[in-house]
């Protein structure tokens, strides 16, 4: 049987589990594409315990517990899901909040997720070893609409107001969700980076790690079905209907990546889920009852489609169909060295042009003379807003600023504070710091964070 024609099979790693009342979403994409589930998670597991897991998918693949390709190497026809970081998150707001120095979290410190990270890319070197070449990375939840958060965002109201997050440019007076806000854009950056990283350095191999950015997903999915019955009663896990959703979304960010995996077929079969447990060092593995939930036809991909450059994200109307990376992937290395008067940018699904202040105008086309121009990319968190500018490398982050603004496809922008998130920094309304010192440079992403005017 060719390599094309073999059966997939999904191996699960991270905070998963076998629930003997539903299944989770990797075993729900495992049974809609007919694919063999291999759990070796674990309800409550840390970023830390990878390396242990990892081990258990060798000495299954050595017992014959777990299919192999031969020579006690997993097939080529392989999915590796590893959904981690979110309970490393939880336990140090936990444990940190609940009495200790909440000003030293480092989920609210900048450059969050460090350690995280390295034992994530250590987990992909070690099943890389194993004979593992398709990965499946998802993004750690921060995701401010999560019931739970309702009970953070005081203790961190009063960290902002304290002056305490001024490192990561929360300003007394914002919002506590800011915080998350800025924080859950670094995590996707920095997880995102893992996939690019670890694939170009095994290229040769054709290793393809696709990113699952959750926090979108949840966003759109809030977007059509609200928050109600999403969450179970821990009120961060999700319920049922929401890990049947998150399958949802996670089969659209692979359908482009890996069609022997997803067809349109999907959700025809109902294979066997087997979990690691507790059990794993004896080989024992459980087999886990089918999901009672049946998939339905509104679990359609999300309007919009996957991206045109066949990466398996999603693609924007906004970016003409492009997911951000592509996009930024196809922006010009060079622009001509002159800031144009028109704005290009996207709205919702159709092209608009914004017209700059022609003072604005004015002092950018002298700032540009003898300099690049740069474009850069800019969204918010969801993912609902998106659009591009470009701008000289000495003009201010004031005038950025500006030029963000009157770009941003937006009809209620004067009831709006924008503030601009770069690097995991928000970018301070400065008339004297100029967008090459701060690091910014052509194709660089720009999170958008927005929120209603006060009333005077």
């Known amino acids: 049987m060719s390599a094309a024609n073999e059966p997939w099979s999904v191996i699960v790693l991270g905070d998963s589990w076998v629930s003997y009342m539903h299944?989770?979403?990797p075993e729900i994409l495992a049974r809609r594409c007919g694919a063999r589930c291999y759990n070796f998670g674990a309800g409550g597991s840390v970023s830390a315990e990878?390396?242990?897991?990892?081990?258990?998918?060798?000495?299954?693949l050595a017992s014959g517990t777990l299919r192999s390709g031969g020579g006690n190497v997993l097939p080529r026809n392989t999915l590796v899901v590893i959904h981690t970081g979110g309970n490393d998150f939880i336990q140090k707001i936990a444990g940190t909040l609940m009495g200790g120095n909440a000003s030293a979290l480092e989920i609210l410190q900048p450059d969050p997720g460090r350690a995280e990270a390295e034992n994530v890319r250590s987990a992909f070197e070690g099943l890389y070893a194993l004979g593992?070449?398709?990965?499946?990375?998802?993004?750690?939840?921060?995701?401010?609409?999560?019931?739970?958060?309702?009970?953070?965002?005081?203790?961190?109201?009063?960290?902002?107001?304290?002056?305490?997050?001024?490192?990561?440019?929360?300003?007394?007076?914002?919002?506590?969700?800011?915080?998350?806000?800025?924080?859950?854009?670094?995590?996707?950056?920095?997880?995102e980076g893992i996939c690019q990283t670890f694939a170009q350095s095994h290229q040769q191999d054709s290793v393809q790690c696709v990113f699952f950015n959750e926090v979108d997903a949840l966003h759109r999915i809030r977007g059509r079905v609200g928050d109600q019955g999403m969450w179970d009663m821990t009120m961060f896990h999700p319920s049922v209907q929401g890990h049947e959703h998150l399958a949802t979304e996670a089969i659209a960010a692979l359908t482009d990546k890996f069609p022997g995996l997803v067809s349109p077929s999907t959700g025809a079969a109902t294979p066997t889920t087997v979990a690691?447990?507790?059990?794993?060092?004896?080989?024992?593995?459980?087999?886990?009852?089918?999901?009672?939930v049946a998939a339905s036809s509104s679990n359609a991909a999300p309007e919009g489609g996957n991206c045109k450059g066949g990466c398996g994200f999603f693609g924007s109307p906004a970016m003409n169909g492009y997911c951000s990376q592509c996009f930024k992937k196809l922006a010009p290395t060079q622009t001509q060295n002159a800031i144009p008067k028109d704005v290009s940018t996207a709205g919702t699904g159709k092209e608009e042009t914004v017209k700059m202040n022609e003072d604005t105008a004015e002092k950018m086309q002298a700032s540009s003379q003898s300099t690049d121009v740069i474009s850069v990319h800019l969204r918010?968190?969801?993912?609902?807003?998106?659009?591009?500018?470009?701008?000289?490398?000495?003009?201010?982050i004031a005038e950025l600023h500006e030029i963000a603004i009157e770009a941003a496809p937006l009809e209620n922008k004067d009831s709006l504070v924008f503030t601009l998130v770069h690097k995991n920094k928000i970018l301070k309304h400065s008339a004297d710091t100029s967008v090459s010192s701060v690091g910014i440079v052509n194709g660089d992403m720009i999170v958008v964070v927005t929120k209603p005017k006060l009333a005077s």
Request: proline share 9%; net charge neutral; hydrophobic share 45%.
């Open 276 to 292: 690691a447990g507790n059990n794993t060092s004896t080989g024992s593995f459980l087999s886990s009852p089918a999901n009672p």
């Open 132 to 191: 593992a070449r398709n990965f499946f990375l998802s993004g750690v939840p921060v995701f401010i609409h999560m019931p739970v958060f309702n009970f953070v965002f005081p203790i961190v109201g009063a960290l902002v107001n304290a002056g305490q997050l001024a490192a990561i440019g929360v300003q007394p007076g914002d919002q506590p969700s800011l915080a998350f806000e800025v924080q859950s854009a670094s995590l996707n950056d920095r997880w």
């Open 380 to 396: 918010n968190v969801s993912g609902s807003l998106e659009f591009s500018v470009s701008c000289p490398t000495q003009a201010t």
């Open 23 to 25: 299944p989770t979403w």
């Open 50 to 60: 990878l390396p242990a897991q990892v081990q258990r998918v060798r000495t299954a």
